[in-house]
């Protein structure tokens, strides 16, 4: 089972739902998504938010955080995700924005870099990866962990539910 499959089944499970908001992977993290047969009943949808300007005029990333941070940033990664989750109302959103080659690196923002951000009713967290190896390879690895990105939310989001109920003395089902 990949790990896309297993997403769908929990989301699905938790009845739960997600968004993507992607530059570097360009819908990939979609597309890994929707091929699973069901996942319409849990992914409401994506932003391709390549350009900045979709970045800013879509999904509401503030342009002094563009300015300042650059796209490759964990503000904008941040923004980018708590932007698609407001958009469409999911309870989950996971966002990628990075450098994926050949091109475009630096000394401090390297090729492979990718930054992750990560969406819920619980707040909003960040993560940096550099993933070796050619373009095809970086959007690969950036895919496969967003989506990672977005099923240990949901494993988490089960467990905070399992422990209030305990708090509380109540019979759920997880």
Not at 11 to 27: D, N, Q, R, V, Y
Not at 63 to 91: F, W
Request: charged share 20%; with cysteine.
């Amino acid at each position: 089972m990949t790990t896309a499959e297993k997403l769908v089944k929990v989301l699905t499970e938790k009845k739960m739902t997600c968004a993507t908001a992607e530059s570097c992977t360009g819908g990939g993290v979609g597309h890994a998504i929707t091929a699973v047969s069901g996942s319409s009943a849990v992914f409401w949808g994506g932003v391709i938010s390549y350009d900045n300007s979709v970045k800013r005029d879509v999904l509401g990333v503030p342009e002094e955080v563009l300015a300042t941070n650059g796209a490759v940033s964990s503000e904008c990664a941040a923004a980018m995700a708590e932007g698609v989750r407001r958009l469409l109302k999911t309870d989950l959103a996971v966002s990628t924005t990075g450098i994926a080659g050949p091109g475009g690196g630096s000394a401090e923002k390297p090729v492979g870099l990718v930054w992750f951000g990560l969406a819920s009713n619980s707040g909003t967290i960040t993560e940096r990866k550099v993933f070796p190896g050619d373009r095809e390879a970086v959007r690969a690895a950036a895919i496969e962990h967003a989506v990672q990105l977005l099923l240990a939310a949901t494993i988490e989001h089960a467990l905070q539910l399992l422990l209030a109920a305990e708090e509380d003395n109540y019979d759920i089902d997880i």
